[in-house]
């Protein structure tokens, strides 16, 4: 009965999380390379199948404290690596049982002269893992980088304890963990990882298998790769406002500041905790005593309208008359001092609800707060400007886009964090133009080709342990590699990519008829959230200009990689190929009396989204250019794109010779800031949207730079630069991106009616400057105009 009772508290565990992460993926010894002699352990008489906590321990003696001391590690389905109790590595960065990663982590800071404990805690959350976990089956492993760290190696010499006090909570649907039950009179204690605590009765371990780098065995679990991702960011986080407190009365520091609160026995508490934002987090709850009680945290992007059955949200900032739905994390107390429990995962919140019911003991709150995680993104573009609200904008689509980024680009991270093509190709521009790392883009586009079904096609989101196929999202990633081909280069890294990008459009074609255009495309035809786009939208014989427009485009980024760093065999071929769809689609969509291109062609309907694409393609000609662009801007009985493929139909009109108006364009940003919303809505519809972090609404943190700023590449590898600003209203603004070569600067201030314009190149590149129709040749360096 006690579990059944905590089960409807909606409750929390927490585990002491050190933030002192010292991993590195992209840090490997050469001598790594070397076989291992390690062995995947596990727990005697354990299946590995069933969810499961397990504890694991090593004690060695070392006469000197070493200067280095690396090893390798690894686990499934993810561990957490302590050295003398601090947390040094958490992972492992998630692929897949071909390319199964391994961090690399050097443990001599860590380690001292006398008695030292390399402690691991190891969980399997099986069927109640997140979508993206891939799993052959409980197991943890480390190798010893050189023979004086192989004494560490894993072994039958390991110690292990399987805890159980820990269950897990199904809840509602979550593509993502669920929650935690935590019964603290069963859990480990978190001493458990030092030299301190007595382990003698915990079991020996059992091999499992021997330890196998990828290609060293004919047939292999887990084919070990070395991780090319660094560590995750660890950042001790303060939940900073106390918006209601329902049963006692707390101290106005509460929760700043670490705030002791006492809950009398047999009291019903309930907290509600504001991030004023929206994070992701370990959050460590610690308390003493409340023996027997039920504690809670349940975790929220925003609260709901009463009565509205978790429907609609309204302005993410106000709580009166709203309820909490949200999944949760539940504990028992064991009414010991200090106990301490940090989730296994980390939970996404900007709102915290603190349920506690005791019973016969009190139970006092000594702490509570979160350790903030995600990809070490450091931002290194800046746009200097006034405009308060293009600042706010910017800020939120920097968060947005950094809660999207952990150890794979996600969709989103409260619900499914699934790396999507359609978000990522959105998310990894972000990257390239406000960051120097394209590490985690590389890592997508290696992700999405390994995802890729024998037929050719790519999985629509990939690492995920079920196969979900967007057919057109497959054509994307053909973009997303012309991307990262144009803005960073690397043309051996995109040119081992071509095969997949041949064997997607080999797919396709056995779906194109004769006249090229694409017909009964299988698998979800999804394009948007967006009238009947999600993947109804067909002619009678099963054809469309929305896929024949995004065929199109990939035929086109692909003839022009091949043409350069490809075949040319190819290279001819794509090029044939999209002549014959241009005709194609001219004859079938074009509607000279509405001068658009329709969705069918029995030209029933019409959308944003099929004419931004054709202006992108280079289908619409000078002449019909303007009625296009104003027809997608002024006719609302068109299919109107979601704040998703804005993305697209931003940069049409940009092309269309719009985009001095590009600010004006942003009314879906100032409608989610004006409801409250701290990070970019997925769905138009703020009042509803499931998801309040969707990345794909991220595109402002490209265009501020690219169109508003003028930005460009102009040549793959970003090794020629296109500058042509778009101001609109703006008369002082300034700003520089990232550039593979260092770094692209611009200002342009108007003065007594003339433009003082300043720009700068990185010294190995050139460049042109467009302004009002006319070009002008850039020099690297320093390059001044008064305009």
Not at 200 to 206: E, L
Not at 314 to 322: C, T
Not at 561 to 575: F, V
Not at 682 to 688: G, K, P, Q
Request: net charge positive; glycine share 8%.
């Amino acid at each position: 009965m006690r579990y059944l009772f905590i089960l409807t508290l909606f409750v929390l565990s927490a585990f002491l999380f050190k933030t002192s992460v010292a991993q590195s993926g992209s840090g490997v010894d050469i001598s790594s390379n070397r076989p291992w002699n390690s062995y995947w352990i596990g727990a005697p008489y354990d299946f590995g199948k069933d969810y499961g906590v397990y504890y694991y321990r090593k004690s060695i003696d070392l006469a000197t404290k070493p200067s280095t001391f690396k090893v390798h590690v690894s686990a499934d389905n993810r561990y957490k690596l302590y050295v003398n109790g601090t947390l040094v590595s958490l992972g492992p960065a998630r692929g897949d049982t071909y390319y199964w990663n391994y961090e690399t982590v050097d443990l001599a800071p860590y380690l001292v002269a006398g008695k030292n404990v390399i402690a691991a805690l190891v969980w399997n959350e099986a069927q109640f893992s997140p979508a993206a976990q891939i799993t052959v089956r409980t197991g943890f492993i480390l190798q010893g980088n050189s023979k004086k760290e192989e004494i560490l190696n894993t072994n039958t010499t390991w110690k292990c304890f399987r805890d159980a006090g820990h269950q897990p909570i199904p809840g509602y649907f979550f593509a993502a963990s669920k929650g935690e039950l935590v019964d603290m009179s069963h859990a480990v204690k978190r001493d458990w990882t030092t030299a301190t605590f007595n382990d003698s009765a915990w079991s020996g371990t059992v091999n499992l298998s021997e330890g196998k780098l990828k290609g060293t065995a004919w047939g292999v679990d887990w084919a070990l790769v070395p991780s090319s991702l660094p560590a995750r960011e660890m950042t001790y986080q303060r939940i900073p406002i106390l918006r209601s407190a329902v049963g006692i009365s707390v101290p106005p520091t509460f929760p700043e500041k670490k705030t002791l609160i006492t809950i009398p026995a047999n009291t019903t508490v309930s907290l509600l905790l504001d991030q004023t934002f929206e994070t992701n987090a370990y959050v460590t709850l610690n308390f003493s005593g409340g023996k027997d009680a039920g504690i809670s945290l349940g975790y929220a992007e925003s609260l709901y309208q009463k009565g509205s059955k978790g429907v609609i949200k309204g302005n993410r900032n106000d709580v009166e008359g709203k309820e909490f739905v949200g999944r949760i994390d539940s504990l028992i107390g064991d009414g010991s001092k200090g106990q301490s429990f940090t989730t296994l995962n980390f939970r996404t919140y900007r709102y915290i609800r603190l349920f506690v019911k005791t019973k016969a003991d009190p139970l006092v709150i000594d702490d509570v707060y979160g350790t903030f995680t995600g990809y070490p993104f450091k931002q290194a573009a800046a746009f200097n400007t006034d405009n308060a609200e293009i600042k706010q904008m910017l800020d939120i689509g920097w968060r947005t886009a950094r809660l999207n980024a952990w150890e794979t680009y996600m969709d989103c991270p409260y619900y499914e964090q699934l790396q999507y093509i359609g978000d990522t190709r959105i998310q990894a521009m972000v990257s390239y133009y406000n960051t120097t790392d394209d590490r985690l883009a590389r890592n997508a586009l290696t992700q999405m080709d390994h995802s890729r079904l024998p037929e050719g096609i790519t999985a629509s989101c990939y690492p995920s342990r079920g196969t979900q196929v967007i057919s057109p999202f497959s054509l994307w990633y053909i973009g997303m590699l012309h991307d990262y081909w144009m803005y960073r280069g690397d043309d051996e890294f995109i040119k081992n990519k071509l095969l997949g990008e041949r064997g997607v459009l080999d797919f396709f074609s056995k779906y194109q008829q004769a006249d090229g255009s694409l017909k009964d495309t299988p698998y979800w035809a999804f394009v948007d959230w967006a009238g009947n786009l999600w993947g109804e939208v067909k002619d009678k014989d099963g054809s469309a200009a929305i896929y024949d427009l995004q065929l199109l485009l990939a035929y086109q980024w692909a003839a022009e990689m091949e043409a350069k760093i490809g075949l040319q065999d190819y290279a001819k071929i794509y090029t044939q190929k999209v002549a014959q769809l241009k005709a194609t689609i001219q004859r079938k969509y074009w509607d000279p009396a509405k001068n658009l291109y329709a969705d069918t062609k029995e030209k029933t309907g019409y959308s944003q989204h099929v004419n931004a694409l054709a202006i992108l393609a280079g289908m619409v000609s000078k002449t019909d250019m303007p009625a296009v662009a104003n027809g997608m801007l002024t006719d609302k009985s068109l299919t109107q794109c979601s704040v998703y493929f804005k993305y697209y139909l931003n940069q049409a009109l940009v092309k269309a010779g719009l985009g001095n108006d590009y600010i004006s364009w942003l009314g879906i940003y100032r409608e989610n800031m004006a409801m409250g919303l701290t990070t970019w809505a997925e769905y138009s519809d703020v009042n509803t949207s499931r998801s309040d972090c969707h990345a794909w609404g991220s595109s402002p943190n490209i265009e501020f730079y690219r169109t508003v700023l003028g930005i460009d590449s102009y040549a793959p590898g970003f090794s020629k630069i296109k500058i042509e600003p778009h101001l609109g209203t703006l008369t002082n603004v300034s700003g520089e991106i990232p550039h593979p070569s260092g770094k692209v600067t611009v200002s342009y201030l108007l003065v007594k009616n003339k433009w003082q314009i300043k720009i700068n190149l990185p010294q190995t590149t050139s460049g042109i400057f467009v302004w009002k129709a006319k070009t002008y040749v850039l020099k690297n360096g320093d390059n001044s105009f008064v305009m």
